[in-house]
């Protein structure tokens, strides 16, 4: 199949997929910037002087990121997994992802500085999210440079209390069949680092916070427990109930018991229920 042809994808992540027209698009963007489809490096990767003044001007989106993508993110069944946390110039600010493949990442030039835009990388999701301001994901085959052909990739902006975009957050996998599950979890993160923010405001600013974005984040806090949130989080994570139950020592039967407790809290039947009610 052309990878300009009309091809709606998966119903769990198809909806995020570019148009042929905006896949087209990028690709003679990259076209007239002379990038080459055999790039395997980044063609742009600022010096650590100048990062490091990038990183002191989104120091609180920094903060943000660090507190909500810890270390269970990219363990386990997602230890290939790569997060990427950009500034609105989609210069790479951090990357999280398990020591060996930060190791190998930086081998082909994706590390803190690494800059996402086009001109230096090619089409990649980064660039299509903020070309689109919306959630992007793009297949391995859909970038336009080598450097990215084996990775699946979604990415979207960050925004702050008023809506202005604040940054980039990617999640890039091999693992193609996790993808839809992927959506769900970036979005999740993207929830979190977003109400982070939204306190902080509202703290600088000594208002309350009635958003709806708020009032939904304390709803749901107030629904379930602690541990009930552990289970969801590593259900996101792709966890199966049995690695749950031996992650958190607990019994297969509880955890099937916080399991059907979670949905029955947030009004869908089971998990896959879940997914299509956050995402759409």
């Known amino acids: 199949m052309s990878l300009f042809s009309k091809d709606l994808g998966p119903p769990d992540y198809g909806a995020y997929l570019c148009s042929p027209a905006e896949l087209k698009a990028s690709y003679d963007r990259c076209r007239a910037l002379q990038v080459p489809v055999e790039l395997e490096r980044p063609q742009k990767i600022l010096p650590k002087s100048t990062l490091s003044s990038r990183r002191r001007e989104n120091s609180l989106l920094l903060t943000y990121a660090e507190e909500v993508i810890t270390p269970h993110h990219y363990s386990g069944p997602q230890d290939s997994h790569i997060y990427i946390l950009c500034n609105p110039e989609l210069v790479a600010l951090k990357i999280f992802a398990a020591p060996e493949i930060l190791v190998a990442a930086e081998e082909v030039g994706v590390r803190p500085g690494t800059v996402f835009t086009e001109e230096s990388c090619g089409t990649n999701a980064l660039a299509l999210a903020r070309e689109h301001n919306r959630l992007v994901a793009i297949r391995g085959e859909q970038h336009y440079c080598k450097l990215f052909k084996d990775w699946w990739c979604v990415a979207s902006p960050v ?117 299509r009610k956050f995402q759409y």
């Not at 702050?160 to 996790?178: F, M, N, W």
């Not at 405001?201 to 379930?224: F, G």
């Open 159 to 275: 925004k702050d209390p008023e809506g202005r975009i604040i940054g980039y957050l990617d999640i890039s996998l091999h693992a193609e069949k996790e993808l839809g599950l992927t959506i769900a979890l970036l979005k999740i993160l993207l929830t979190s680092i977003e109400r982070e923010c939204l306190l902080s405001h509202s703290q600088q600013t000594n208002t309350d916070v009635t958003s709806p974005l708020h009032t939904l984040l304390r709803k749901s806090e107030q629904k379930l427990t602690r541990r009930q949130k552990e289970v969801l989080q590593l259900k996101l994570s792709g966890l199966k109930n049995d690695e749950i139950a031996a992650k958190l020592s607990l019994s297969i039967f509880t955890v099937e018991t916080h399991c059907r407790n979670i949905y029955s809290k947030l009004g869908v039947g089971n998990f896959q229920e879940f997914l």
